[in-house]
Nanobody, 125 residues
Framework: QVQLEETGGGLVQAGGSLRLSCAAS????????MGWFRQARGNEREFVAS????????YYADSVKGRFTISRDNAKNTVYLQMNSLKPEDTDVYYC??????????????????WGQGTQVTVSS
């Protein structure tokens, strides 16, 4: 059974930082790219960042480029999202997911599967 568990969300003031973690099980983690997405209630789920299976390639949404960093530890079956200089508009539920390929360049939600339950990030102004 494939499981993804996101942790690390919370309430932070604007300009602050959070580090999200996503622990995976049930698939060979190192065979797949991984992605982070976010979604506010009533909105579509949007791409945030992705990382290739080796960790050598990372991709970011323009809205987070330069502030967020995605990384992974294949020995721990975990992918991370370091979020710095947070803004109120970053407030969302954040989800991790397995990509259907090894590269992770495709940002469409249809190219990802096995989503976690999400972790809430709230940034106060």
């Amino acid at each position: 059974q494939v499981q993804l568990e996101e942790t690390g969300g919370g309430l932070v003031q604007a300009g602050g930082s959070l580090r999200l973690s996503c622990a995976a099980s049930g698939r060979t983690f190192s065979n797949y790219a991984m992605g982070w997405f976010r979604q506010a209630r009533g909105n579509e789920r949007e791409f945030v960042a992705s990382i290739s299976r080796s960790g050598g390639n990372q991709y970011y949404a323009d809205s987070v480029k330069g502030r967020f960093t995605i990384s992974r530890d294949n020995a721990k079956n975990t992918v991370y999202l370091q979020m710095n200089s947070l803004k109120p508009e970053d407030t969302d539920v954040y989800y991790c997911a397995f990509a259907k390929d090894t590269l992770g360049w495709d940002r469409r939600t249809t190219e990802y599967w096995y989503w976690g339950q999400g972790t809430q990030v709230t940034v106060s102004s």
